[in-house]
């Protein structure tokens, strides 16, 4: 199953992208997927436990995703 | 209720007016401008993005809940994007309530809910010529304390 993840900011800059997709074993949960982004160039530097949302919503390691989710990387808020 | 992402000024004073109604009798409005220094460091500007669409809905909760914890539903948000100036309003909350504790109260929950929660980031421009993102960690830091309090907050609702 295709998941695309999103990147923001400082993430976004370290990666040097702002989305990639993957292609996820069915079962998958959030925490392969961050296991997969810690694999990319430049992960290094991303820190090891980042927050993540699935579609739009705070999610938590153990969350399974599906066919199509919106994954995204969401650095320290810093909004307001 | 109503909240937005904008691209141009906040027109503040049109907030209040929109929240306004002869039931109510006490109107809080806050403004949050780009300040000149941060940290020590003089900024000439800033820059904000935002995972929009993750955003406009945290937005549109917040105002929701604290429609419901304080008791009305006269609240307008507006966070604004993309290039700012030094001065320029870049989030604005009214708030309207019968009465000044409910205003007050509610007004603050809007803005501590949305430094927490809402994906919002921002570049900070200085005047030295170089640019960060505002509270970006190091490699070593770690989200999983702020994902407990975020995904914990949402079970409880």
Redesign the interface.
Known sequence: MNVTVLLFASYADRLGMGSVAFDLAPGATVADVLGRVQALPGADRLPREPLVAVNERYAKRDRVLFQGDEVAIIPPVAGG | MRTRLVRDAIDTLALVSEVGRTGNGATVLFI?TVRDVNDGRAVSGME????E???A?ELSDIANEAAERFGTPDIVIE?RLGELKLGDA??AIAVAHPHRGQAYDANRYV?EQ??????????EHYVDGSRE????????????D??NV??GA?DSR
């Open positions: 949050g904000y993005r935002a995972y669409a993750m955003a809905r966070h870049s989030v803005i949305l430094k927490k929660r809402v994906p919002i980031w921002k570049l993102w505002v509270g970006a960690e190091s490699a070593a830091s770690s989200g999983v702020a994902l975020l995904t949402k």
